[in-house]
């Protein structure tokens, strides 16, 4: 099990430079409260940003430091699992990624992304995803169970059943059917080449024995033969030249970093469009100015907005021209990809005429030296050599038929691996005991319909006279509970499983929503029924007289000069 137990932060969004901290196991409920802006939801902001490298809400990683002080952005975060302390430091203006067991830093020869990889796959045990159909269910940027496709809800449930190590498994042995085949190909290649040695020393043979019996007029027309054949094969070798040169001028050279440059002045424009559209809501929405206080006259209001519109407008523009060129650069860049495959495809039949060539000049060289020779052929040393051919192409024979078995094999592994084999069978199991705990859930709101998901994860919601619904179906209050009861029951399997066990379960806004009186009190009653080991954390906007009672500890978000911090 994962405990969370503090996270402090500083110059992160609207917090300053002295960090805010949180005790995450003081209490086993906490209100969070605040006004409009105050930065509660800078809490689930720094969670998600110090874990997973990205903020809960849809804002963009270089808006997380602080607009004021502009540097030192920096979340903090200690937690155990097992008897292992870990601390997790990310920050931003300088950038940092750094991971603590014990108080040693952990390796970070490798990259980035990998490091972040380490951390969610060996040490968290869960991605950012699962996270927030774990942990957290947000008013904003939270995507219900529900909502999410097919193939989403697989995954979140194969995480937690823990049995996501069947994908793994899955991609790892198509990696050996991948190495197989490639194999199997290399191993036939390889016979060819034999096949047609062996050809040719039989031939060769042949040749030997004809020459104690006939005149050397047959090995000269036989050497004329070849030469024949390397004459003609020089004709197209030069054709396929020409054609290559053909190709070669007519790529249009399409430059790949010219796309990149242009694509990112595209970037940079939409960005200042963005900061002028920000500029213009400023001036339609304000009256007077928030630092100096003193009234905007609609005149000077006008007259700005009027020159931003202009500057977006010639902006706009530059981005149109930007993307012709676009276009036009992605054009030629895909002709000469294919003109390219096409002097590939020329060039490797050139080598494969040269090789040819090759074989009938070392045959050539072979019957003049013959010529040369003395009649008395070692007869026996030829036949060694045409045996020690066949002997090679029965071992790649007897390779080739082991790897055959192996990719037999690794096809049945594949049918087990798939959504359809094992996991299948896991999930059956598990589908009675997950609706079992899902309906229960809905029956402690006060929700009484018969909720059921189906081995393809689509629901079926039999409500009234046993009437089948959607999801869509119900009003925003019971698409709430269902909600509720989703990530309650996720928690539940999860723990069950131990799969993504930990302390926090976060709710931004639940309540302020479609919940009415009587849902938020069975809400209230689910929360007090939770193990002594879950911390739970509400963010609220209603009236602290009407919740201050319900929760142990109680926490107000307030700004002050443009700083948020805890009152």
Same mark, same amino acid.
């Not at 494969?352 to 040393?381: G, P, R, W, Y």
């Not at 598990?430 to 081995?455: A, S």
């Not at 976060?506 to 919940?515: A, C, H, K, P, T």
């Not at 954390?537 to 009236?543: A, M, N, T």
């Given at each position: 099990?994962?405990?969370?137990?503090?996270?402090?932060?500083?110059?992160?969004?609207?917090?300053?430079?002295?960090?805010?901290?949180?005790?995450?196991?003081?209490?086993?409920?906490?209100?969070?409260?605040?006004?409009?802006?105050?930065?509660?939801?800078?809490?689930?902001?720094?969670?998600?940003?110090?874990?997973?490298?990205?903020?809960?809400?849809?804002?963009?990683?270089?808006?997380?430091?602080?607009?004021?002080?502009?540097?030192?952005?920096?979340?903090?975060?200690?937690?155990?699992?097992?008897?292992?302390?870990?601390?997790?430091?990310?920050?931003?203006?300088?950038?940092?990624?750094?991971?603590?067991?014990?108080?040693?830093?952990?390796?970070?020869?490798?990259?980035?992304?990998?490091?972040?990889?380490?951390?969610?796959?060996?040490?968290?045990?869960?991605?950012?995803?699962?996270?927030?159909?774990?942990?957290?269910?947000?008013?904003?940027?939270?995507?219900?169970?529900?909502?999410?496709?097919?193939?989403?809800?697989?995954?979140?449930?194969?995480?937690?059943?823990?049995?996501?190590?069947?994908?793994?498994?899955?991609?790892?042995?198509?990696?050996?059917?991948?190495?197989?085949?490639?194999?199997?190909?290399?191993?036939?290649?390889?016979?060819?080449?034999?096949?047609?040695?062996?050809?040719?020393?039989?031939?060769?043979?042949?040749?030997?024995?004809?020459?104690?019996?006939?005149?050397?007029?047959?090995?000269?027309?036989?050497?004329?033969?070849?030469?024949?054949?390397?004459?003609?094969?020089?004709?197209?070798?030069?054709?396929?030249?020409?054609?290559?040169?053909?190709?070669?001028?007519?790529?249009?050279?399409?430059?790949?970093?010219?796309?990149?440059?242009?694509?990112?002045?595209?970037?940079?424009?939409?960005?200042?469009?963005?900061?002028?559209?920000?500029?213009?809501?400023?001036?339609?929405?304000?009256?007077?100015?928030?630092?100096?206080?003193?009234?905007?006259?609609?005149?000077?209001?006008?007259?700005?907005?009027?020159?931003?519109?202009?500057?977006?407008?010639?902006?706009?523009?530059?981005?149109?021209?930007?993307?012709?060129?676009?276009?036009?650069?992605?054009?030629?860049?895909?002709?000469?990809?294919?003109?390219?495959?096409?002097?590939?495809?020329?060039?490797?039949?050139?080598?494969?005429?040269?090789?040819?060539?090759?074989?009938?000049?070392?045959?050539?060289?072979? &019957?003049?030296?013959?010529?040369?020779? =003395?009649? *008395?052929? +070692?007869?026996? !040393?030829?036949? $060694?050599? #045409? @045996?020690?051919?066949?002997?090679?192409?029965?071992?790649?024979?007897?390779?080739?038929?082991?790897?055959?078995?192996?990719?037999?094999?690794?096809?049945?592994?594949?049918?087990?691996?798939?959504?359809?084999?094992?996991?299948?069978?896991?999930?059956?199991?598990?589908?009675?005991?997950?609706?079992?705990?899902?309906?229960?859930?809905?029956?402690?709101?006060?929700?009484?319909?018969?909720?059921?998901?189906?081995?393809?994860?689509?629901?079926?919601?039999?409500?009234?006279?046993?009437?089948?619904?959607?999801?869509?179906?119900?009003?925003?209050?019971?698409?709430?509970?269902?909600?509720?009861?989703?990530?309650?029951?996720?928690?539940?399997?999860?723990?069950?499983?131990?799969?993504?066990?930990?302390?926090? &379960?976060?709710?931004?806004?639940?309540? =302020?929503? *479609?919940? +009415?009186?009587? !849902?938020?009190? $069975?809400? #209230? @009653?689910?929360?007090?029924?939770?193990?002594?080991?879950?911390?739970?954390?509400?963010?609220?906007?209603?009236?602290?007289?009407?919740?201050?009672?319900?929760?142990?500890?109680?926490?107000?978000?307030?700004?002050?000069?443009?700083?948020?911090?805890?009152?």
């Amino acid at each position: 099990m994962i405990t969370f137990t503090k996270i402090r932060w500083k110059n992160f969004l609207s917090t300053g430079n002295n960090f805010t901290e949180l005790n995450l196991t003081k209490n086993k409920s906490t209100l969070i409260s605040g006004e409009n802006g105050a930065g509660k939801t800078t809490f689930l902001d720094a969670i998600s940003f110090v874990l997973f490298g990205k903020p809960y809400r849809n804002i963009n990683i270089p808006q997380l430091a602080n607009s004021i002080n502009q540097k030192d952005c920096r979340v903090e975060i200690e937690f155990t699992v097992g008897a292992a302390n870990y601390k997790i430091v990310r920050g931003l203006a300088p950038k940092v990624f750094e991971i603590y067991k014990d108080g040693n830093l952990l390796n970070q020869d490798s990259k980035s992304k990998d490091y972040q990889k380490m951390l969610e796959e060996q040490i968290l045990k869960m991605n950012h995803k699962s996270f927030c159909q774990v942990v957290i269910l947000g008013s904003t940027n939270y995507v219900p169970f529900m909502r999410l496709a097919a193939a989403e809800r697989r995954a979140i449930v194969e995480y937690l059943l823990d049995i996501d190590v069947f994908s793994v498994m899955n991609t790892l042995l198509k990696a050996k059917v991948s190495t197989a085949k490639d194999g199997i190909k290399d191993t036939e290649h390889r016979l060819a080449i034999l096949m047609e040695r062996a050809k040719a020393q039989k031939n060769h043979i042949k040749v030997l024995q004809e020459k104690s019996k006939e005149s050397k007029d047959k090995i000269l027309a036989e050497i004329q033969t070849n030469q024949n054949t390397i004459g003609d094969l020089q004709k197209e070798i030069q054709a396929l030249s020409e054609a290559i040169d053909n190709l070669s001028n007519e790529a249009s050279g399409g430059d790949a970093d010219e796309l990149g440059k242009v694509s990112y002045q595209v970037s940079n424009l939409n960005e200042q469009i963005a900061k002028i559209n920000k500029e213009i809501a400023y001036y339609e929405k304000n009256t007077e100015c928030t630092l100096c206080k003193q009234k905007l006259s609609e005149d000077h209001k006008t007259g700005i907005v009027s020159g931003l519109q202009a500057s977006k407008s010639e902006l706009g523009s530059k981005i149109e021209d930007l993307s012709k060129i676009i276009a036009e650069l992605q054009i030629e860049i895909e002709k000469d990809r294919k003109t390219g495959k096409q002097i590939l495809a020329l060039e490797k039949e050139v080598t494969e005429k040269n090789n040819t060539i090759s074989a009938c000049n070392q045959f050539i060289s072979k &019957l003049q030296k013959e010529m040369n020779k =003395d009649d *008395s052929v +070692d007869f026996t !040393a030829e036949d $060694a050599k #045409l @045996n020690a051919i066949v002997e090679e192409g029965k071992k790649e024979t007897e390779l080739r038929q082991e790897m055959s078995d192996d990719l037999h094999y690794y096809s049945i592994a594949a049918l087990l691996l798939k959504d359809t084999g094992i996991k299948s069978k896991i999930i059956k199991h598990y589908l009675p005991i997950m609706n079992k705990v899902i309906n229960g859930y809905l029956g402690k709101m006060d929700f009484f319909v018969q909720f059921e998901l189906g081995e393809s994860f689509e629901e079926t919601i039999k409500s009234r006279y046993r009437d089948i619904f959607t999801y869509d179906s119900f009003s925003e209050g019971e698409k709430r509970k269902i909600d509720l009861a989703l990530l309650f029951a996720w928690r539940y399997i999860a723990q069950l499983k131990n799969s993504l066990n930990c302390n926090l &379960l976060i709710f931004d806004e639940v309540m =302020d929503g *479609s919940l +009415d009186d009587s !849902a938020t009190e $069975a809400f #209230l @009653n689910i929360l007090k029924g939770l193990d002594k080991g879950t911390n739970v954390y509400v963010i609220s906007h209603k009236s602290k007289e009407i919740l201050q009672d319900k929760f142990q500890d109680h926490i107000v978000f307030v700004k002050r000069n443009n700083f948020s911090k805890i009152l």
